[in-house]
């Protein structure tokens, strides 16, 4: 019986600095993962409703103009409440923290980041046990 090869996993990266979208995404891309970016919250949401089920995690910026990641991560978790989420910001943020302890399936990375802790990072919460 011959398998088929596994896919890479696909990771939707939101950060509205695109800077940061490319650098996040040649990182992933270095690791063997499927990458897709948004600018915007609602530019995310409407990939993610498309891909659903296909996305193995969302690294996703809280600030953002129009729609911040913090308005954007309640209608991804009502879709796929086991989502694995990496929320990252250059601020301290007490709502990240927050869903950090009430989902198991949120972690938080402080900007600014490297490569190697971004890559630990994605690792980690793909490797941890979702709900």
């Not at 088929?4 to 995404?25: G, M, S, T, W, Y």
């Not at 993610?48 to 996305?55: H, N, R, T, Y």
């Amino acid at each position: 019986m011959v398998t088929e090869p596994q896919r890479p996993q696909l990771i939707l990266v939101v950060d509205d600095e695109a800077l940061v979208r490319n650098f996040v995404k040649n990182c992933l891309e270095r690791l063997a993962f499927r990458v897709l970016l948004a600018e915007t919250g609602r530019q995310a949401l409407e990939i993610f409703e498309q891909l659903a089920d296909e996305i193995a995690l969302v690294f996703l910026d809280l600030k953002m103009p129009v729609m911040t990641g913090e308005e954007v991560l309640p209608r991804l978790l009502e879709r796929r409440p086991e989502l694995k989420v990496i929320l990252t910001s250059g601020y301290e943020e007490q709502f990240a923290r927050r869903m950090v302890r009430d989902y198991p399936s949120i972690a938080y990375l402080r900007k600014p980041y490297t490569a190697r802790q971004l890559g630990d990072r994605v690792q980690r919460s793909l490797q941890a046990q979702g709900i």
